[in-house]
C-alpha cells in the first residue's frame, strides 16, 4: 500500500507574511521620509535665500538714506561758500567808497574823488559827483599855478583842482605848494575854455583839467591849514 502524502501547496501558508513584501515596504517608508525631509530642506533654504535678499535691499536702502543725508548736510555748505564768495567779491565793486575825515582824501558823495579823477574816463567817472557837497582832509597842495586855484592829491596824475570864489582877503592864509588843507566844497562841472579862464597853462596841468570836466568849488573861508 502507498502512503498517503499531505497535498503539496505552492502558495504562502495563511496568517504568514513574505519576506519579500515586508522589506518592500520599509523601503517604500524610507523613501518617502527622505522625499519629505529633502523638500523641506530645499523650502528652508528658498527661505533663507529669500530673508537673505530682504536684508541685502534694506542695507541698500540704508546706504542710500545715508548718502542722501550726507548730500543733503553738504549743500548748506557749498551754499555758505558760495555766499561767502559773492560776499568777498562785492566790497572790489565798491573799491571807490569812502568817508570824508580820513587824512589826504577828499570825499563827495560817499565816493574817494582822487580815484575818480584818474579814470580812463575822468569826466564821466567825476560826473557821478556833480554837486555832491567835497570835504578835503589834510589833502597835499600839489602846485598853485593860478592866484585863484591850485592841483591837490598825490601825485601829478592822481589830483583833482580846486578853485577858490569869494572876494579877495577872505582867506585866512595864502595857499603854497606843499602844505597840507582841510576844505569843504562842491564839485562843479566846466566846459573846455575853463583852463584858459582860470589861467592854467600845459604845463600846469590844462589838458588834464578840460579831460576831467570837474573841479571843486571851495570858498576861500574854507579852506583851512590842517593841525
Known amino acids: 500500500m502507498s502512503e498517503s502524502r499531505p497535498p503539496t501547496s505552492t502558495g504562502a501558508p495563511r496568517g504568514a507574511t513574505p519576506i519579500g513584501a515586508g522589506g518592500s515596504g520599509g523601503r517604500k517608508k524610507g523613501l518617502l521620509l527622505g522625499t519629505l525631509l529633502l523638500v523641506a530642506l530645499i523650502a528652508l533654504l528658498l527661505l533663507l535665500s529669500q530673508c537673505g535678499g530682504d536684508d541685502d535691499d534694506s542695507e541698500g536702502n540704508a546706504a542710500d538714506s545715508t548718502s542722501e543725508s550726507t548730500q543733503s548736510s553738504s549743500s548748506p555748505s557749498s551754499t555758505g561758500s558760495g555766499s561767502g564768495s559773492s560776499t568777498s567779491g ?38 557821478a559827483v556833480t554837486g555832491q557837497q567835497a570835504t578835503g582832509t589834510a589833502v597835499q597842495v600839489l602846485s598853485v599855478p593860478a592866484d585863484e586855484g591850485f592841483w591837490v592829491g598825490t601825485s601829478d596824475t592822481d589830483r583833482v583842482w580846486v578853485q577858490l570864489t569869494g572876494e579877495a582877503g577872505e582867506s585866512p592864509y595864502q595857499v603854497q605848494e606843499g602844505d597840507t588843507v582841510d576844505f569843504e566844497g562842491t564839485v562843479v562841472a566846466h566846459d573846455a575854455g575853463f583852463a584858459g579862464q582860470v589861467g592854467v597853462d600845459p604845463a600846469e596841468g590844462a589838458d588834464q583839467l578840460t579831460q576831467q570836466a570837474q573841479h571843486i568849488e571851495v570858498a576861500k573861508s574854507a579852506v583851512r591849514l590842517s593841525a
Open 90 to 127: 562785492s566790497p572790489s565793486a565798491g573799491a571807490g567808497d569812502a568817508e570824508a575825515g580820513q587824512p589826504g582824501s577828499v570825499v563827495a558823495g560817499g565816493q574817494s574823488v582822487l580815484p575818480l579823477a584818474t579814470a580812463a574816463d575822468p569826466a564821466a567817472a567825476l560826473a
